[in-house]
Each structure stands twice: as C-alpha cells, then as structure tokens.
C-alpha cells in the first residue's frame, strides 16, 4: 500500500469535490463529480456520493483509477 499524500487545508472543513481538485485527485471539478457519482471515492474506507460532503482534518479520501488506488489524507494548515 502507497504512503497516502498529506493535503493542507487552511481551514476548518473542506467540500470533497473541492478536496479532490486540490489534492490532484480529480483534474476539474466535472471530473470529481465523475469520480463521486461513479462511487470511485472512498472516505475513511466508506463509498461516498456525495460531492459535497464535509471534510475535516484527519480524513482520508480514496480514489479508485486504473493504475490503482490513490489515498490523500487531510490535514490542517497550521500555518
């Protein structure tokens, strides 16, 4: 299993469609879209289809691709 990539947020919570561009896991947001509707996304290991879902700091948002899972972990930007 790759090392999950930790993505910074500067605040609070962050919507997955929104998560998924700023990660590099989606290429725009009708591509996240795609890859929510398609159930292609998994948070904390659950199927979610719903783009807007609110994520906080310590979730873990993976996309199912052809070449095989990509996991980006969220974390707070402190900075």
Known sequence: MDTPIEVPIRDDVIRLGQF?????????GNHARDLVADGDVRVDGEVETRRGRQLRAGARVTVAGPEGDETA???HDAG
């Open 20 to 28: 998924l561009k700023l990660a590099g896991l989606a290429e725009s």
């Open 73 to 75: 972990v969220v974390v």
